[in-house]
């Protein structure tokens, strides 16, 4: 029992390192302030943001650590990379010190890195200590990470609303002292005794009480941390924030009293094969077990998905291209029928993967929608500024982490409607990319604080959700023991992205700046005002992510019937 409630500690820290080390989310808050102290142009300051994301794909070296330090050290080598990161960053924007662009560059870099740091040390904590419940762990975990923008907001006006500066200070210190505050709970973590089948239910019950709690702890979050607030009021809701996320401690005593749970609310709600556990590695290896031995019954069939027969009754035919008529000719009947998926689980080496068109239907997806919409959270203050905005920064920020934080909770909800609606995760990636070209179309055709608010809400709900399921699709795909690496390999397109993405948008800037029309200068750098200065940013942004739905589409056709088969089997050993 003790190591139950140790356990369930362990998730609640978790959720406090996620919660504030989201530091990258606050870039839009200072980046003005930023820009005018250096004396650069938007084009720079945009490569700054890009060293942010480029230490993404340094991410590997944290894994690299775990192999010869312990997890504690993992993580305070983490903070103590942020705390540098930032804190310099921080004497520079105070002009107490000054620096050249370059040792700038590898101060964005740093702190960069050290979010990946601390992401590693997550996954390990929910994956040692949830082995049964793992993706549920990540998934709710994960979720916290874009609300790190409404707390360092409500932190900020509590201590001095008027300074932008201290948006950095905050980032250097608060994720040291949150480090500090796991550490006990991380050195005493429980010993690993496997569940019985029932213990793994009553863990989904509490995940499920858990997410519901999230859910409020955003909207609280929405509503009272994406405007600004007096001095008194600001430390009112940043005591309610805290208190909601202290909250979960008390998850031990629900463990406790999990047989009234059982008696009272476990009866009315049917767990027993809804699918709370995503795609467990033990399901992924009956899939393919079972999957050998029809290749091996009904070997030259020709059909990629086998028929199932049961004794001497109707066979079920799961043929993909039987179901869906794909044996049309043409350039998309090609597309989709070529080299399918076989089966979910199966390992790929990195040599593999990039030789599979899946993956790189899957890396364009994720590409051109959500590292898009990470690129416009990172442009989002001089966008604001730009269309005259500049007082609804934060507004805009906070209001963009809060929906990247529903769009994650929402990657888990296919799991948990599992039994009564089964649709293939790549199918609900395509539907999650949807509201991002619609985004920027709005965007493009309205310069008004509406569009501009519905436009940000939009986006940050498309790419939180497809950072959360990207995990999980990654490891579906291509294999859940491989995952690490595979996925590493996938989110390189996020700092290529913010290069790209980033440079087209101020290139586009600049040019407008340059061109006469509405101009303000402050010290040496440039400011662009009017529309024009992100409205071919817009167009073009959105003409990228109709591409990214257009490949995820494919993607799903292509594995539309190995998730079905997969979900057939599983279905075949519940019932």
């Not at 356990?7 to 820290?13: A, D, G, R, S, Y």
């Not at 707390?151 to 002292?177: G, K, R, W």
């Not at 086998?306 to 000719?329: E, H, I």
Request: glycine fraction near 8%; hydrophobic fraction near 50%.
């Amino acid at each position: 029992m003790a190591g139950q409630s140790r356990k369930w500690m362990i998730l609640v820290v978790t959720i406090w390192i996620q919660a504030f080390t989201g530091t990258n989310f606050d870039f839009s808050s200072y980046s003005s302030s930023l820009k005018s102290v250096l004396g650069i142009s938007q084009v720079q300051l945009n490569y700054l943001a890009t060293a942010s994301d480029l230490g993404k794909v340094l991410g590997w070296s944290s894994g690299l650590a775990l192999m010869y330090f312990p997890l504690w050290v993992v993580l305070f080598i983490a903070a103590f990379m942020g705390f540098i990161g930032y804190g310099i960053q921080w004497l520079v924007i105070r002009q107490i010190i000054s620096l050249p662009y370059f040792l700038m560059f590898l101060l964005c870099l740093l702190a960069g890195c050290s979010i990946c740091w601390f992401n590693t040390v997550c996954f390990v904590l929910c994956i040692r200590n949830f082995p049964a419940n793992q993706p549920l762990a990540i998934s709710l975990t994960v979720s916290f990470n874009g609300v790190s923008a409404a707390l360092y907001n409500l932190a900020a006006d509590a201590i001095d609303s008027s300074s932008t500066s201290l948006f950095l200070i905050l980032n250097a210190v608060i994720p040291l002292l949150t480090s500090v505050a796991a550490l006990i709970p991380i050195l005493r973590q429980p010993s690993l005794d496997p569940l019985p089948p029932d213990g793994v239910r009553r863990d989904s019950l509490i995940f499920l009480l858990l997410n519901i709690l999230a859910v409020l702890t955003g909207i609280y979050l929405l509503l009272f941390g994406s405007t600004s607030y007096d001095t008194a009021t600001a430390r009112l809701f940043l005591g309610g924030a805290i208190f909601l996320l202290i909250f979960p401690l008390f998850i031990p005593g629900i463990v406790y009293a999990r047989d009234w749970f059982r008696r009272a609310i476990h009866s009315s709600i049917r767990l027993e094969g809804s699918g709370f556990v995503l795609v467990d590695v033990d399901d992924l290896e009956l899939h393919k077990e079972l999957l050998t031995r029809e290749n091996s019954i009904n070997y030259g069939n020709g059909s990629v998905a086998q028929v199932l027969n049961n004794n001497d009754g109707p066979t079920t035919t799961l043929s993909f291209r039987q179901k869906s008529g794909y044996q049309s000719a043409g350039c998309c009947g090609a597309i989709v029928g070529k080299n399918q998926l076989a089966m979910l689980g199966e390992d790929h080496t990195a040599r593999a993967l990039v030789r599979r068109l899946d993956f790189w239907l899957y890396y364009v997806a994720y590409f051109c929608g959500g590292t898009i919409g990470l690129v416009y959270s990172n442009n989002l203050g001089q966008i604001a500024q730009s269309l005259g905005q500049s007082s609804n920064t934060t507004t805009l920020v906070t209001l963009y982490s809060s929906f990247s934080f529903f769009g994650r909770l929402l990657s888990a909800a296919p799991d948990y409607i599992r039994a009564k609606l089964y649709f293939a995760r790549t199918g609900w990636l395509a539907i999650a990319l949807l509201p991002t070209p619609i985004a920027f179309m709005l965007l493009a055709s309205s310069g008004g604080s509406l569009a501009l608010h519905t436009g940000t809400a939009l986006i940050g709900l498309s790419s939180g959700f497809i950072f959360a399921a990207a995990v999980s699709i990654t490891s579906e795909l291509f294999g859940p023991n491989r995952v690490g690496v595979n996925h590493n390999i996938v989110i390189t397109n996020i700092p290529i992205g913010s290069l790209v993405y980033g440079l087209l948008a101020a290139i586009v800037y600049d040019s407008n700046a340059s061109s006469g029309l509405s101009i303000l200068t402050f010290s040496d750098s440039v400011v662009c005002m009017g529309r024009d200065c992100y409205f071919l940013t817009f167009v073009w942004w959105a003409c990228i992510s109709v591409l990214g739905l257009a490949s995820s589409v494919l993607l799903f056709l292509r594995t539309r019937h190995a998730y079905d088969h997969f979900e057939h089997n599983r279905s075949t050993q519940l019932y």
